[in-house]
């Protein structure tokens, strides 16, 4: 359960589930670029003053449920999370470009839901459960 937290005049429980795939759902995240990846996404939230409380990939897309504060804005997450990952992974592995047609590694849309206490365990679950399918 995630705790209620408080800032300057208000309180507050903030989670989001997220979810977006690689371009042309191409099946990359796997081996060593999904563990990178996941250190990465992990390194960019606490950089950026947010945390990542479950993530899972496929091979084609990742799911993350974050915690954040009130201050953080949806798209100024995603857009540190894929924008930081992408350059990084491109640069570290570039037979990912290749794979991509030298193209771009996330799609450029993304999902988002809010998470209350009631769903968040549910939400977690599934997330967890990404890869036993």
Known sequence: MVEVKKGRGYV????????????????????????????????????????????????DHIHLLVDCTPQHSIS???????????RLLFKEYPELKKKLWCGHLWNPSYFVATVSEQTEAQIRQYIQKQKVR
């Open 12 to 59: 507050y429980s903030i989670q989001y589930h997220l979810v977006w795939c690689v371009k042309y759902r191409h099946k990359v995240l796997v081996g060593n670029i999904e563990v990178r990846l996941k250190e990465l996404l992990h390194q960019i939230a606490d950089d950026n003053g947010f945390t990542i409380l479950e993530m899972e990939s496929d091979q």
């Open 76 to 86: 100024t997450m995603i857009k540190a999370l894929k924008g930081v990952s992408a």
